[in-house]
Nanobody, 114 residues
Framework: QVQVVESGGGLVQPGGSLRLSCAAS????????MGWYRQAPGKERELVAR???????NYADSVKGRFTISRDNAKNTVYLQMNSLKPEDTAVYFC????????WGQGTQVTVSS
């Protein structure tokens, strides 16, 4: 059994910062990719950022230069540092892990509002 647990969401003012964390645990081996998707109300889920086991990263154009993804392979943990947040970043953020299968967290709400 594999658990993927996110933390770090919340309410922040425009221009502020948040750091999301996601830890994978259980019967999981050889994680290849960890990353984040988000889904805003009425919109499709979109990829925000992902990082491979050797540190290669990809970002959505909308977050480049503002968000940074990082990973601690020893802890099976991925982080998303979000700076200069905008109201359009408001969404539920989902962590995912690609190992022998895909595993998803339950999501954490990020709200950017004054």
């Amino acid at each position: 059994q594999v658990q993927v647990v996110e933390s770090g969401g919340g309410l922040v003012q425009p221009g502020g910062s948040l750091r999301l964390s996601c830890a994978a645990s259980g019967s999981i081996f050889s994680i290849y990719v960890m990353g984040w998707y988000r889904q805003a109300p009425g919109k499709e889920r979109e990829l925000v950022a992902r990082i491979t086991n050797i540190g290669s990263t990809n970002y959505a154009d909308s977050v480049k230069g503002r968000f940074t993804i990082s990973r601690d392979n020893a802890k099976n943990t991925v982080y998303l540092q979000m700076n200069s947040l905008k109201p359009e970043d408001t969404a539920v953020y989902f962590c995912y892990v690609r190992a022998s299968a895909y595993y998803w967290g339950q999501g954490t709400q990020v709200t950017v509002s004054s």
